[in-house]
Structure formats: structure tokens, C-alpha cells
């Protein structure tokens, strides 16, 4: 509560392991569901489900002044972000390393004692990373980590998306998707779900790209930086939506009609 970080279970997880290691024990590896099954024990905490496999552990009655770390609004000064860009833009190849994940990032700079951050909260420090990321550009991601924006893999999609080019050559030998194909394609995995399913993880639909349809989904080629931007472009807003579901991005199709056999458009695509 202190933190202003609302204690979701992984997050319960992180902190165990960071309090033990800081007495000098040997670092806790608490299974999640056994950390969960001693919350529910606990009368003085309640468990709430959080949406998918998440669930936080709060204590009736206390306020919950919670930050939401997904937010897009931006309450910070314009002086706070013109101090972290400066910040940012001055660390060595060694120190603008940061961990890929935005407690952990948070985390950092709070040990690293950065003027920038002094007398906020973990919560608020890390609803600055996600929108040094999000929105700022001030920071992005490269193989995991979390490091200046301008070494980062985030600016070289920017590019990509700028000159509608793909990103890499991982689908090299497939065809790129066009606007037809993706939606064609969307139409067909959303009639193909499982009546039991609510919803696709956004992490699953560039695989169902190349293993049933045999394309290279590319949001870089089609303008877009980022997957979750490219399905929500108006040429698609009819087929889904994407939320936040637990700690991930997920499809929501707004309709669904009868299941087919699947199908394969490098079937009708001529060889170059």
C-alpha cells in the first residue's frame, strides 16, 4: 500500500524474494498458487480476481490509493520529463541497461537514488516507465531490456513503420500481409475459435499468421509500430478490440459467425 502498487500475486511474489535476500536469506522461490492458497488463509487479507489468471490480495476496509500503471494519462510535469530525458540521454552503454520489465526498472531507479524520482512512489515511478515508453519515447525495449530510446529496437520499428517496411527478415520466404489479408485472416481465426474462448492473446496472432495461413503478419509494413495499434485501425474495428486482460493485451472479437474449414492465402498468391 505504501508502494502505491496495487499487490497483485506476481507482484507479492517479487517482494518476498527481495525481502529475503535483503535479511540475508537464502532467496525465497514461493510457487504462486501456494502463495495465493496462504493469502486466502489470511484473515486479514482478501483475495479478488483480477481478470485471467491474476488476483491481488487486499486488505478490507484501507484505502486503496492504488496507481494504475497502464494509464495513458500523464499528471507529471513537463519539468520531471525534461530531467529524465536528460537522464536517460546521458547514461553509459553500462547503466542505460535497465531490467525489461517495469517494476524491476523502477525498482532501479529508485536505488540508483535519480533526482527525477525523489519522493515518488514505486507505483508512480512505474507508471513513468510505461509512459517514458508509451508515450515519451524517452526509453524502449531491445532483447528484453528496457534502455534509452534511441538505442533501442522501439525506434527502429518507428522507422520501419515510417517507411511501411518490414521490421526483420524473420518471415523471410512468406509473403507480407496485406490490409485484405489481415482482415480475411482475422475473420477466419475468429470463426475458428473455440466457443468455450472469449478471446485471443495478442501474443498468438503473428503465430497464427504463418502456421495457418502461411503470411508474415508485419505491422511495420502496414504503418504501425506496435501489433496492438495495427488492430485497432479502423479497417478492422468492426472485426475486435484489444484489452487489457490480466498483465497482457488480448483480441475480444465483437462478432462471431459460423466456423469453416481453414484456409490458406499463399495458396492464391503467385510466386515471385
Same mark, same amino acid.
Given at each position: 500500500y505504501r508502494d502505491e502498487l !496495487?499487490?497483485?500475486? @506476481?507482484?507479492? @511474489?517479487? !517482494?518476498?524474494? &527481495?525481502?529475503? &535476500?535483503e535479511g540475508g536469506n537464502e532467496v525465497a522461490d514461493i510457487a504462486i498458487d501456494d502463495l495465493r492458497a496462504a493469502c486466502e488463509a489470511c484473515p486479514v487479507l482478501a483475495v479478488n480476481l483480477e481478470g485471467g489468471a491474476d488476483w491481488s490480495a487486499l486488505i478490507p476496509g484501507r484505502p486503496a490509493g492504488f496507481v494504475d500503471v497502464y494509464s495513458a494519462t500523464d499528471p507529471y510535469a513537463e519539468e520531471l520529463w525534461a530531467a529524465a530525458a536528460e537522464y536517460f540521454a546521458g547514461l553509459n552503454r553500462t547503466d542505460m541497461v535497465l531490467p525489461g520489465g517495469r517494476y524491476a526498472c523502477a525498482k532501479v531507479l529508485l536505488e540508483r537514488e535519480v533526482p527525477f524520482v525523489s519522493g515518488l512512489s514505486l507505483g508512480q515511478i512505474s507508471h513513468i516507465v510505461q509512459l517514458a515508453i508509451s508515450q515519451r519515447k524517452l526509453l524502449g525495449y531491445s532483447n528484453g531490456t528496457i534502455v534509452p530510446y534511441e538505442h533501442s529496437q522501439s525506434k527502429v520499428k518507428d522507422s520501419c513503420a515510417h517507411l511501411n517496411k518490414p521490421c526483420n527478415s524473420g518471415g523471410r520466404g512468406k509473403s507480407i500481409a496485406t490490409w485484405e489479408?489481415?482482415? &480475411?485472416?482475422l475473420q477466419e481465426i475468429i470463426r475458428n475459435m473455440n466457443p468455450a474462448d472469449e478471446f485471443i492473446p495478442l501474443s498468438n496472432v503473428k503465430r497464427f499468421? !504463418?502456421? @495457418?495461413?502461411a503470411v508474415e503478419l508485419s505491422e511495420t509494413a502496414l504503418g504501425y509500430a506496435k501489433l496492438s495499434e495495427l488492430v485497432q485501425d479502423p479497417r478492422l474495428k468492426d472485426l475486435c478490440e484489444v484489452r487489457l486482460h490480466g498483465h497482457g493485451y488480448v483480441l475480444f472479437p465483437l !462478432?462471431?459467425?459460423a466456423r469453416r474449414s481453414t484456409i490458406c492465402l499463399a495458396d492464391s498468391i503467385a510466386p515471385p
Open positions: !496495487r499487490p497483485y500475486g @506476481r507482484i507479492l @511474489r517479487k !517482494r518476498l524474494s &527481495e525481502l529475503s &535476500e489479408m489481415v482482415r &480475411e485472416c499468421f !504463418r502456421g @495457418r495461413f !462478432r462471431r459467425a
